[in-house]
């Protein structure tokens, strides 16, 4: 593959590239992921920076009508925006269960629109294995906006939180036993939380559920660096748009302060350090499926485990020392060859 081309095309912000670009960083071929490192780290670029989005959702409470309609939104007052949406995967096929971009007929139509459909693959976390990956290439491929849709609100959605500028929580009209529902965690995290379907009949539900999140977002501790009034919640409508234009104000509001107070760059560089670990992380657990020694090395540790003639922690221990063993057994190989 040449990945010169490939990456010279989607910095020209050719959407065909973007998706093919996309595709090979998501393999799991090591051919692939060799020319994914080599492309990524040919299109970084620290001047160019899109605003990130998280969105997060219960199932059911609109999240797909609610980017369609936000993301059309946003085209049209010139901006490019890009659509990351994890999908459920299937757990024989891998790939994803339901299609999110065939929810979103405006915005897939708009040609200053991109939007990537990606299973989540078991990932924990309601993003994709290689999710922060395929901002970072769309960021390259000079769009303002990358909107990242989570599978949907679980223990670890807040995962997504990891690799954005903003986290944002779309809710449902109903207050009492949802307020109660939604994790802890995921309330402390977010920066917005929006009550989708506030038109028709359910207006005065979603205005009242809205109050009642403000009131529980008052009791959270308030998050460093924010400005007053944040996270904040507000109704908004899918359908009518009423309360779009309020949302994404506020949202740049936020991300103003953020820059403009440095929090901005402190938060990116912490989230690269742990994408960093991460992908060392992911790294030694490739390591201990394709190296034959190693595989072996890890196949009777667990046998003995399972017997009961070794207890787990013991096993672990000694596979680390097998691992960085053979670690300085090849530096010291390498240096010896010099």
């Known amino acids: 593959m040449d990945t010169d081309a490939l990456a010279t095309r989607l910095l020209d912000g050719d959407r065909r590239a973007l998706s093919r670009a996309i595709t090979l960083v998501e393999s799991a071929r090591a051919d692939h992921r060799a020319a994914a490192v080599k492309l990524l780290a040919r299109v970084a670029d620290p001047a ?9 959702g219960t199932p059911g ?4 009508t609610f980017v369609d309609a936000f993301g059309t939104r946003l085209t049209g007052q010139g901006l490019r925006v890009a659509v990351l949406a994890v999908d459920p995967s299937s757990t024989r096929s891998g790939g994803s269960i339901l299609g999110d971009k065939t929810r979103m007929d405006r915005l897939a139509r708009d040609p200053a629109a991109f939007i990537r459909p990606s299973p989540s693959q ?3 976390g309601g993003v994709a294995r290689r999710s922060r990956e395929a901002i970072a290439l769309c960021e390259a491929a000079g769009f303002d906006a990358v909107i990242v849709e989570t599978v949907g609100v679980g223990q670890s959605e807040t995962m997504v939180a990891r690799m954005t500028d903003l986290f944002v929580l779309l809710l449902a009209p109903g207050g009492g036993d949802e307020l109660q529902g939604v994790k802890r965690g995921i309330m402390e995290t977010a920066d917005l939380i929006l009550i989708n379907k506030a038109d ?3 207006t005065a539900q979603a205005q009242a559920t809205r109050a009642d999140y403000a009131g ?8 460093d660096g924010d400005p007053d009034g944040f996270p904040k919640a507000l109704a908004v409508s899918a359908v009518s748009g009423d309360g779009l234009d309020t949302a994404w104000k506020e949202m740049q509001v936020l991300a103003a ?3 403009d107070t440095g929090h901005w760059d402190r938060t990116r560089a912490a989230q690269n350090r742990h994408w960093f670990e991460d992908a060392v992380r992911q790294g030694v657990m490739r390591h201990l499926g394709s190296d034959p020694a190693t595989r072996d090395a890890m196949d009777a540790l667990g046998r003995a485990v399972a017997d009961g003639r070794t207890p787990p922690g013991a096993a672990a221990e000694q596979m680390l020392a097998t691992l ?4 300085r057994d090849r530096a010291a190989g390498g240096h010896g060859t010099g």
């Open 122 to 124: 078991t990932e924990l």
């Open 200 to 202: 028709g009949a359910l």
């Open 257 to 259: 302060h953020r820059r």
């Open 216 to 223: 529980a977002l008052r009791l959270l501790r308030r998050r």
């Open 48 to 56: 160019r920076q899109a605003l990130r989005i998280g969105l997060s």
């Open 61 to 64: 409470v609109g999240k797909s």
């Open 324 to 327: 960085l063993g053979s670690a």
